[in-house]
């Protein structure tokens, strides 16, 4: 089975399924091994990890392709790709989809917000036209291989018309043929209600740890008809925590003495690498005379 139709299947159960965010190959194969079923490529993360830079819509579609194509061959399971704004109008959707189902993306994440787009939960967000967000999601249908693939029709209105225009913008982008549709950043409990309850197609809910959205679990996401839980950069913030930690003890002890707890040993290193796979292909292909 293709990860198109398993992402498709995954979808359809609405479990609120939770999956996690990873800014490269690395961190995408952590999840895998913990037993993951699908990773989102975020958008935010590839900006922050490869860039050094926040998510202010400063990637490029060849950075992300690049990163989708690495995660794509370190691990199995289906990707989701945060692809922003599409990086253009309707034609650059075109593009944009035809790139990054080649890449390898089981589902691809486009949003209603002007360009340069920021992060869901950062103040100041703009977004185009309803009626050109319709024109984009058009051709992002029009432009997959693969009917499998899922496209992820993403409003921010929330934050700039309220909830009733975001749910409304969601309503269109479904009858524009959105697989799925992403209110962003809800602010209670009862929107994330409200957004299961109203909205017909397969919901996203966006767990952002410090953001607008209050986490109220699987369990009650499920109940309320979410079919993908994000928690796009939790593994993120995690690294970038105990990196600084580790890196200010050595810092001002000049050895790791005092955080080797906090340390990766070196064969769970290798280990989340799988480099026991790469040792059988050096065994099989050994040039022996």
């Excluded at 922003?84 to 209603?112: C, H, K, P, S, Y």
């Amino acid at each position: 089975m293709r990860n198109t139709e398993k992402l498709r299947q995954l979808v359809a159960a609405r479990t609120a399924l939770t999956v996690p965010g990873a800014p490269n190959a690395l961190f995408a194969r952590v999840i895998e091994d913990l037993g993951f079923q699908v990773v989102y490529a975020t958008g935010a993360g590839i900006a922050n990890m490869s860039l050094g830079a926040p998510d202010v819509g400063l990637t490029t579609l060849t950075e992300v392709a690049q990163t989708v194509a690495m995660m794509a061959d370190a691990v199995d399971i289906p990707i989701i790709v945060d692809a922003d704004t599409g990086f253009g109008n309707a034609v650059n959707m075109v593009r944009t989809v035809r790139v990054l189902e080649r890449a390898g993306a089981a589902g691809i994440q486009i949003e209603d917000q002007v360009f340069p787009k920021k992060c869901g939960h950062f103040n100041g967000k703009g977004v185009i036209s309803c009626a050109e967000m319709v024109q984009k999601i058009k051709a992002a249908v029009d432009a997959r291989q693969d009917q499998n693939l899922q496209i992820i029709a993403r409003t921010d209105a929330r934050a700039v018309e309220g909830l009733d225009a975001a749910l409304e913008r969601a309503s269109a982008y479904i009858a524009a043929g959105a697989d799925i549709t992403f209110v962003e950043a809800p602010q209670s409990f009862d929107e994330l209600a409200r957004i299961g309850r109203e909205l017909p197609a397969p919901q996203v809910a966006n767990i952002v740890f410090g953001g607008k959205t209050p986490d109220p679990g699987r369990a009650v996401l499920a109940e309320n008809g979410f079919s993908l839980v994000l928690y796009a950069n939790a593994a993120l913030q995690a690294a970038l925590h105990a990196s600084r930690e580790v890196l200010e003890a050595l810092q001002q002890d000049g050895n790791l003495n005092r955080v080797a707890d906090r340390l990766a040993s070196f064969e769970a290193r290798q280990a989340a690498v799988a480099k026991d796979r790469w040792d059988a292909l050096e065994a099989k292909y050994r040039h022996e005379g």
